[in-house]
Structure formats: C-alpha cells, structure tokens
C-alpha cells in the first residue's frame, strides 16, 4: 500500500511540474521598416511579412500556446505593405482582416520586448519563431543579439523555426561555433528571390543568395517548386519556403513542440 502510495505520489508531483513549464513561444520579429535597394540608391517600404507572421501565431496559440514578442529596442514590428496583397491569402480574405485587426489592436504585439530581455528570459521559452520578410534582412540579420539566442535555442534542442527569409539569420552564426551544420535546410529560394528583386521591389538589396550562404555555411539546402506549400524539419529546426508555406510549416514546427515536450525531462 505504501509503495501505491509512493507511485501516485510521484505521478502527482510529475504532472503538477509539468503544468508549471512555461507554455511560451518566443516570437523574434524585425522593426525595421525600410529596405535600400542598388547600393542605397533606392529606398522601399518593407517589414514583417503578414501571413508569415499571423499564420504561425495563429496556429500556436489555437494550440493552446501563448506568445512573447520580442524586436530590436523594443519598437513595434512593421508590416510589409506588400503582403496585404489578397495574392498571398488565396481564399484566406477573412484571416487576413483578423490579422490586420490583430497588428492595430494586440497589446502584445504591440508592447513587444526587447531582444537584450528576451535573452534574460530565454530559459522561459518553449521554442522560437522568427517570421519573414525583407525586414529582417536589414536589422536583425546586423543584430548581435540573434545569434545568441539562435545557439541558445539550437543547444537546448529547443524548436526553432526560421520562415522564408528568416533561416538567412543561421548565417550570423559563425561557422566554427554553427550549431545547425550539416542539417536540411529550407528558405525563399533564389528563382524568388529573382522575382521578388525583379519584379516586386525592383531592386537589389545588400544581403540576398540565401540559398547560397547557407550551403556554403556547411548546411544542406532543399527546395520546393516556386510559391509551393513547402517546409523542412530537421531534429529541432524547422524551416518554410514563402508565403504560401504556411500549412507545412505549422505542421511541423507543432510537431516539433510535441517532440520536445515528449522528451523534456521533469523539473527542466
């Protein structure tokens, strides 16, 4: 009797730690809201990209998952004007108002933390995500900040998942210290890229060829067919193509989460 004693005993304090983790996901986005293009001879409107940004949002909390944001010094993310375009809502119209709804009227989304507090209060996370866009191409690809909370995330086998342009960042990691060598690896690809320099911004800016960067960083790049539903998970890392990933993303990186739940020892 005693030892059922014991055993309800241990169930009980397992569960009652369990319930205690933190259920947050840290959401890293970019402030920035200008992006040069041709060595500084054009200036564009650019940010976070919408979808890539809500989608994800969306399908953690409706997980039951709460969220942080985090940006540099603390400003509110932008919103690339390009992606209220209906093209990257297919027949998602109504999503898209409540994600337009939702950037004017969060207060967490618009009170987010600054990246120096998240790294403060990073143990607390579950995982990371770090939506697309232009934007980040400019601040957080420069931000010092970025690569200690990305090793931190990676050595703690924590879920880390990169959207479109995002897994460009695995690039301010230097080599000798990359965590992420020798994984698969998803990000826009370079015939997007060229359209998206090309036909939409119609310009080049300073930090682009991704896909390039990163296998020469030493990770093994894998691509969809252009504006494909396409991601990539590997071990704790989970990356997406373009806007229109979104579905395979979200599959994957809760996946993730439930991976790392499954195995997260008690107390941790």
């Known amino acids: 009797m005693d030892k059922l004693k014991f055993i309800i005993t241990v169930i009980m304090l397992t569960n009652l730690s369990l319930s205690a983790q933190s259920n947050k996901i840290l959401f890293v986005m970019s402030a920035e809201d200008t992006i040069p293009l041709n060595n500084g001879q054009k200036l564009r409107q650019t940010g976070v990209f919408l979808n890539e940004f809500y989608l994800a949002y969306k399908s953690v ?6 969220v942080d944001f985090a940006t540099p010094n603390g400003m509110v993310a932008t919103i690339d004007e390009e992606s209220t375009n209906d093209t990257y809502w297919k027949n998602n119209l109504e ?64 879920p880390t998942g990169l959207i479109c342009h995002a897994p460009s960042l695995i690039l301010t990691i230097p080599k000798a210290e990359n965590p992420y060598i020798g994984f698969k690896v998803n990000s826009v690809s370079p015939i997007e890229e060229f359209v998206i320099e090309r036909f939409i911004m119609k310009g080049k800016p300073e930090n682009r060829k991704i896909a390039k960067g990163l296998r020469k960083m030493g990770l093994k790049y894998r691509r969809g067919l252009p504006k494909s539903n396409f991601a990539i998970k590997d071990r704790n890392l989970v990356t997406s193509q373009n806007p229109f990933s979104g579905s395979a993303f979200n599959k994957h990186y809760l996946q993730a989460l439930t991976e790392y739940l499954e195995r997260m020892p008690v107390g941790n």
């Open 61 to 66: 909390t409706e997980a039951g998952y709460t």
């Open 95 to 158: 999503i898209k108002n409540k994600a337009l709804k939702f950037t004017q009227s969060d207060s967490s989304f618009n009170s987010p933390i600054t990246l120096e507090e998240a790294i403060k209060t990073k143990t607390e996370y579950l995982g990371l995500v770090i939506p697309g866009g232009q934007g980040l191409m400019v601040d957080l690809a420069k931000d010092k900040h970025i690569p200690v909370l990305l090793k931190y995330f990676a050595k703690a086998h924590k």
